[in-house]
């Protein structure tokens, strides 16, 4: 399969795009230990809970499968079922207009917080003037997902990607089925021509008739025309059978018999796609939804990739996909497959060499496992009416401390010995900075609303003081420097104190003004959109650079949803900022495993300015 070359606005010579679809595999790689991102027999799936917000309420409810159900925040919709879809229903409607398509719609508000209240509820009082948003319920279904993937795939590796998604790395549990299936590879033949080395043999037939969908190698007829390679005719016979096809065969049944148990077990249908790498499984998942499984076979990758809309690629959008898209005037990934390496990397810099092979379907990307531990959780409220008076702030900070109670009491039953040592105040006022004020949290088994609530309402008077022109439009609480205390430590202070004299053993750390959250998981992030028809700055903390990120322009006054997607545009855009950073700073040129925050402060440089890539996810 070849493709010409780009030679400024010209064309060239000819080249392959894909090179390593049928890589040799040899007794030495099925037997190894270390099963790396180069391993020939690799498998990553991608496993997508379907309509996940919209199932968890019709679970909650006992609703039948069918019925179609939306969840809603405020008016704006937040997840739509599939059979709701079939009435044209999307997030994009108003939960009115939404009605008017389908008068039978059983409509949720998702669960809020209000004052009072321990535990967030489905009240039918809802007002973002006094409520906030919860997703704890969706986050325990989430858990339980997880916990369940862990039990059926003990020797798998898995990354909860989101709250609705988790990668798994089959590769090992693979590897291990595959020895039992065929016990003739487990010795090297006295005859093989070059001993451990030597290919293994040609692998069986495989029935992919019960194992999902499979991703076809040849072109669609619609795409058949535009296919430069010539290879159209080609039937999917006629691509010989691999063994890393029987991997992904075993994968298929692993995936299914896990998806089938996650139904069983807790009601919730999934969709998966099983490829080589993350990048691939993460395009196929999407192949056909819902309730389905899709598998993209090495020599199925050209004609799955071509076609694609390179921008729709994760940091291949925004500004570095305007800008090659205007240097090459291309706008799929089969035109920028006639684009060479150094015509690339003369125009975006060295590092252009991730791009260039994530075009050709290459990632080096590993699945780890998160740890269950967070390093902070955080509660916030952007508020549809800023706070003017002190006293006015106090309500607020009750319905925070009430999430932040229950999200610590539920990771407590996962880790029992859990321990935030600090608590964190943040008020914001537009696009001034957020003031802010923390101190050392004492250890108790039992953090009640109340006692997080009083530490607040201390640090809240730190924090505003005497101000006589108080407008906070944004307030924040979280718990930092989680860990895990030490048995024999409770056990002391629960035998000499009383749970109101218990104190930190650390030394309490010093309050600032300007104090910025460190590193918080994002999945115990919940921010919450304004009301219609209020105006508010989209902005948040980073969690890597503890910097505001501000959104350009006067604010979103218009609705949930727009204010929604300017924050997922600023999050994505700062993401990939730091993305291409790590990028630019990388040696090998390799893109990095595992995105991580310096564990100290690091020393104030002279900010130099970004070169290749990097500079094009900078923001002026």
């Known amino acids: 399969m070849t493709t010409t070359l780009w030679k400024g606005k010209a064309k060239a010579a000819q080249v392959d795009d894909f090179v390593d679809l049928r890589p040799a595999i040899t007794y030495r790689h099925l037997y190894s230990h270390i099963l790396g991102v180069k391993d020939p027999l690799r498998v990553i799936a991608l496993c997508d809970s379907d309509a996940f917000y919209a199932a968890c309420e019709r679970i909650r409810l006992g609703l039948d499968p069918t019925v179609p159900i939306v969840v809603q925040q405020w008016e704006s919709l937040i997840a739509v079922s599939y059979p709701a879809r079939k009435y044209g229903i999307s997030r994009m409607d108003k939960i009115k207009d939404a009605k008017k398509k389908c008068p039978d719609l059983a409509a949720v508000h998702v669960a809020t917080y209000k004052e009072g209240e321990k535990e967030p509820g489905y009240w039918s009082d809802v007002d973002t003037r006094t409520h906030k948003v919860s997703l704890d319920l969706y986050r325990r279904e989430s858990n339980k997902i997880i916990s369940l993937f862990k039990r059926a795939l003990p020797t798998g590796e898995i990354e909860k990607a ?107 249908t999934m969709s998966a796609g099983i490829s080589r790498n993350k990048f691939l499984a993460k395009l196929t998942a999407s192949y056909k939804k819902p309730n389905s499984q899709s598998i993209l076979r090495n020599s199925a990758i050209p004609a799955y990739l071509r076609p694609i809309g390179f921008q729709k690629i994760r940091f291949l959008g925004g500004k570095l996909g305007d800008a090659i898209a205007k240097e090459y005037d291309v706008s799929t990934v089969r035109d920028l497959l006639a684009v060479p390496l150094d015509e690339m990397q003369s125009k975006f810099g060295d590092n252009a060499l991730w791009v260039y092979e994530l075009l050709r379907g290459i990632d080096r990307s590993e699945v780890k496992e998160k740890s269950a531990l967070f390093k902070s959780m955080l509660a916030s409220k952007n508020l549809p009416t800023p706070i003017t008076k002190t006293a006015d702030g106090h309500q607020w900070l009750r319905v925070l401390a009430a999430e932040l109670a229950l999200r610590l009491k539920d990771a407590r039953e996962e880790i029992p010995t859990l321990w935030p040592k600090t608590i964190v105040l943040h008020a914001r006022s537009g696009y001034e900075t957020s003031r802010s004020k923390q101190s050392a949290f004492p250890f108790t088994h039992d953090v009640t609303v109340d006692m997080i609530a009083a530490a607040a309402d201390k640090l809240w008077k730190e924090v505003t003081g005497n101000t006589q022109d108080l407008n906070v439009t944004a307030v924040q609480l979280a718990f930092t420097g989680i860990e895990t205390a030490g048995i024999g430590q409770q056990s002391i202070e629960g035998f000499f104190k009383p749970t109101s004299a218990r104190r930190s053993p650390v030394k309490r750390p010093r309050s600032s003004s300007d104090t910025l959250l460190p590193e918080t998981d994002s999945l115990s992030v919940v921010m919450e959109v304004p009301a219609s028809g209020s105006t508010s700055v989209p902005s948040f903390v980073c969690e890597r650079c503890n910097k505001r990120i501000i959104a350009e322009g006067s604010g979103v006054d218009d609705t949930e949803i727009e204010y929604s997607a300017v924050m997922a545009k600023l999050r994505m855009e700062h993401d990939d900022f730091h993305f291409a950073q790590d990028l630019a700073n990388s040696s090998d040129n390799q893109v990095p495993s595992q995105l991580k925050p310096s564990s100290r402060t690091p020393k104030r440089k002279k900010v130099s300015e970004p070169k290749g890539i990097a500079k094009f996810f900078t923001k002026k």
């Not at 790395?169 to 065929?182: A, C, M, N, W």
């Not at 296919?227 to 299914?256: F, K, P, Q, R, Y």
């Open 162 to 268: 989101s709250i609705d998604e988790a990668f798994i790395d089959l590769t090992r549990p693979v590897r291990e089925i595959l020895l039992q299936r065929f016990p003739y590879l487990a010795q090297v033949p006295p005859d093989a021509p070059h001993g451990v080395d030597s290919s293994l043999p040609p692998p069986p037939p495989i029935d992919w008739s019960k194992l999902g969908e499979l991703i076809p190698i040849r072109p669609t007829e619609e795409n058949a025309e535009e296919n430069v390679d010539g290879d159209s005719h080609l039937a999917e016979d006629d691509i010989a059978c691999t063994w890393h096809d029987v991997a992904l065969s075993i994968a298929a049944e692993l995936m299914a018999k896990t998806r089938e148990d996650v139904h069983q077990n807790l009601g919730y």
